[in-house]
């Protein structure tokens, strides 16, 4: 509780959009948040001293080191603002009864319209003519793209962001092939699109869009062997996890050609690297400086989600939880981790 009595809640690796969309959220309840820049971690945790609850997103290092000195500090929520929880300790959670719930879905069509901006910019070498038409370079030699028109592409994963995605490649005209364990045939039907093996699907498609979650099975499902089945100088976009994809592979089939262009959203060791700001620095990454290197390459910050619509549903999701859980009334299973 703060001094007023309302909630107080310590947020964590706060941007400036998230005190915009937050702040908004807020606005008329008794509810006070105080943003911190840094990391939640155990080391730095005596930051939420008297606060209800901790808001984390995705690289707060919530292990059990930290769930106990939480615990300690009477915190009895960690509502993280963002789908996964693979940085919470939930059997640590458990044992100290800290709830820990998450925000299940925010706009599946920020992330899905992002890989097709990616792939338009990528495939139309927009990322390229910008730069040179800034330099007053007017030529047009190594900007020649392909018409998306008739393509096949290919959609692993459609769960709430694949199935955003597979209608938008059908407005363009494109061919549209899908894998998942679990089909949505009646959804298939009527949006035109066929499902079919992962062997067809990478040795079919012009472009292979990944929209699955990072599991055991699916990590680096895009390997040195998988990515030989693909067809010769296909595109790859990633806009999902940066564990499915196997960077060292990829840059051996950019060399070879075997793939043609590759858009990342994500990248396998973003933490630490991913949204900040390093141009004065020294990469130490040496897989993603080569990566970088390429002309046909794209890599955005995982960005995807960042629209106005997923980061006002994000805030006003986890406000919402919050107040939920502070008045003891039921939450939507969906948000509930333990
Ligand atoms: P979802 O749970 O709605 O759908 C995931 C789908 O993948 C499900 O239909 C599931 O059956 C399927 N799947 C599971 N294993 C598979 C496999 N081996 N091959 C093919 N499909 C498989 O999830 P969603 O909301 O569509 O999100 C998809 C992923 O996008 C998330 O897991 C997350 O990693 C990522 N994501 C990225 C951003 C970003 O900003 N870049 C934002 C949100 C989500």
Request: charge should be negative; include cysteine; glycine fraction near 8%.
């Amino acid at each position: 509780m703060s001094e007023g009595g309302g909630t107080k809640v310590a947020f964590y690796d706060s941007k400036p959009y998230d005190r915009k969309f937050f702040g908004a959220a807020v606005e008329g309840l008794d509810m006070e948040i105080e943003y911190h820049d840094f990391r939640l971690e155990a080391a730095n945790s005596t930051s939420a001293e008297g606060c209800a609850a901790v808001c984390v997103f995705v690289n707060d290092k919530v292990d059990r080191a930290c769930m106990e000195a939480l615990s300690g500090k009477g915190v009895k929520l960690v509502a993280l603002r963002c789908a996964g929880f693979n940085n919470v300790d939930l059997d640590a959670a458990k044992e100290l009864e800290i709830t820990v719930l998450r925000v299940p879905a925010y706009s599946p069509h920020a992330v899905a319209e992002h890989a097709v901006a990616l792939l338009l910019t990528l495939n139309r070498k927009i990322h390229r003519a910008y730069n040179r038409v800034r330099e007053l370079n007017f030529s047009l030699g190594g900007l020649v793209g392909f018409d998306l028109y008739g393509k096949t592409v290919g959609i692993m994963g459609t769960g709430k962001i694949g199935r955003c995605a597979a209608p938008i490649f059908r407005g363009f005209g494109c061919e549209v092939l899908a894998y998942d364990p679990f089909p949505q045939e009646e959804w298939a039907r009527k949006n035109g699109v066929v499902y079919t093996g992962v062997h067809k699907l990478l040795a079919t498609s012009d472009v292979v869009s990944l929209h699955m979650p990072l599991t055991e099975e699916t990590f680096h499902v895009l390997n040195k062997e998988s990515i030989s089945k693909m067809k010769h100088g296909a595109y790859l976009l990633n806009t999902s996890r940066g564990k499915l994809v196997e960077s060292k592979a990829v840059i051996a089939a950019l060399k070879s050609g075997q793939l043609g262009g590759v858009a990342l959203d994500v990248y396998e060791e973003e933490e630490g690297v991913f949204f900040e700001d390093h141009s004065d620095t020294a990469l130490q990454d040496d897989v993603l400086s080569r990566l970088l290197t390429f002309p046909n390459v794209l890599v955005t910050s995982h960005q995807a989600f960042l629209t106005q619509e997923a980061l006002g549903a994000i805030a006003e999701t986890t406000v919402d939880s919050i107040t939920r859980f502070v008045k003891g009334e039921g939450i939507d299973e969906a948000r509930i981790v333990v």
